[in-house]
């Protein structure tokens, strides 16, 4: 990956939405809407990406550098308002460098509880990947009687190519 330029810095103050809709296969109502960042100099920084909608509630913020081995630090928190996954909280957390090793964190809470953790290098060829995955209990459907079921689960370091 080569080092991107922009022609000009950005400065997003405060961008605002009320009342909005999506349609779609899906409509989509989003009550309201928040977005600050900036990019001066290749540092992209993301101050606040709020959304309230009909689907759910989602905060991201973070940074993120368009140079040298492009350094990411990006959170997002979610709660879900869609069966059958209603109520269901999300966290991920992006970090590391694109061009060296990117740590990826997902933690689900609600009716599905499970941590998973993924290291990659996208820049090396083969694309290594390293995932672990923890949850008490996994089973689906999400909903009505359990067809399939996996209790204390723990798939540790699963090196994929």
Known sequence: MTDVHLPLNLN???????QLRVTGDT????????LKVSSIDGNTKLD?????SSQGIVN????AQLSDNWPVDITLNST????????????????GA???QLEIGV???????????AQTRLAEAGLPLNVEVNSKQLYWPFTG????QADDLKLPNLPAK
């Open 98 to 100: 694109l061009r060296e």
């Open 60 to 63: 991201a913020s973070g940074t």
């Open 107 to 117: 933690n689900l809470s609600g009716p599905v509880d499970m941590d998973l953790r």
């Open 145 to 148: 009687e359990k067809q399939y």
């Open 80 to 95: 879900l308002n869609v069966e059958p996954l209603k109520g269901e909280k999300l966290k991920l957390k992006v970090g």
């Open 12 to 18: 997003i103050e405060e961008f605002k939405g009320e």
């Open 27 to 34: 409509d989509i109502t989003v009550r309201t809407m928040l």
């Open 48 to 52: 606040a990406l709020d959304i309230d």
